[in-house]
């Protein structure tokens, strides 16, 4: 008598023509940066866009600082 090996079970099994089984695991997407990146950048650009409009702000009001440092109406009307 010949000897009979026992079936072995294996967990993957080969598929032959057909597509592979899916495995479970999450797949990246590597074309986008990590959320992360995208929140220090946006972060980073706010704070580049508050600066510049502080900027802004700071040129008007010394432009503007002109007339409300004019003498008073008394000093004014006596000066003439």
Known sequence: MTEQKRPVLTLKRKTEGET??????????????????????????????EAELTAKKAQARQALSIYL???SLDEAVNTL
């Open 69 to 71: 440092n004019l003498p």
């Open 20 to 49: 592979p089984t899916r495995s479970r695991k999450t797949i990246i997407n590597v074309t986008t940066p990590p959320k992360w990146k995208v929140k220090k950048q946006k972060l980073a650009e706010k704070a580049a866009r």
